[in-house]
């Protein structure tokens, strides 16, 4: 893996994202779950999704190797969530469970909720022809 952050990767992590967003965007127990979800619970999804998108990065993207690039790694990890994260926003918004307007933390909760499994989904793709 060279020292760059690429289109290739960049559509990896959208196509990774993409296959599972959608099927779990369109589920109920999703929507629902990010109803009756606290905020303790919340931010602890968030941070494991972080998490396993940092050791995941770090063993399978990387194969260990960081230390010259520390920054690609971290850039790696925060672009794969960040489009992840619009990703989800996009395919609830156009299938009209993303409310914005009159619900923006429920809205807020549902992408995190999806985010998380989306994430890994994102990662595993972007690794694949990773050496």
Avoid: H
């Avoid at 599972?20 to 303790?40: M, Q, Y």
């Avoid at 931010?43 to 995941?56: A, P, T």
């Avoid at 990703?87 to 998380?116: D, G």
């Amino acid at each position: 893996m060279g020292n760059t952050f690429n289109s290739e990767d960049l559509i990896q992590i959208c196509v990774g994202a993409f296959a599972l967003a959608v099927p779990i965007s369109f589920s109920e127990e999703a929507w629902r779950l990010s109803e009756t979800l606290p905020t303790l619970n919340l931010s602890l999804l968030f941070v494991i999704s972080i998490c396993f998108l940092g050791v995941y990065t770090y063993q399978s993207v990387f194969q260990t190797n960081v230390d010259s690039r520390v920054s690609l790694f971290i850039l790696r990890i925060i672009v794969a969530y960040s489009i992840t994260f619009c990703i989800v926003a996009l395919v609830l918004f156009c299938i009209n469970k993303l409310p914005l307007m009159t619900e923006s933390v429920l809205a807020f909760k549902r992408v995190i909720v999806i985010s998380m499994p989306a994430s890994m989904g994102a990662i595993v793709v972007d690794s694949f022809d990773k050496e």
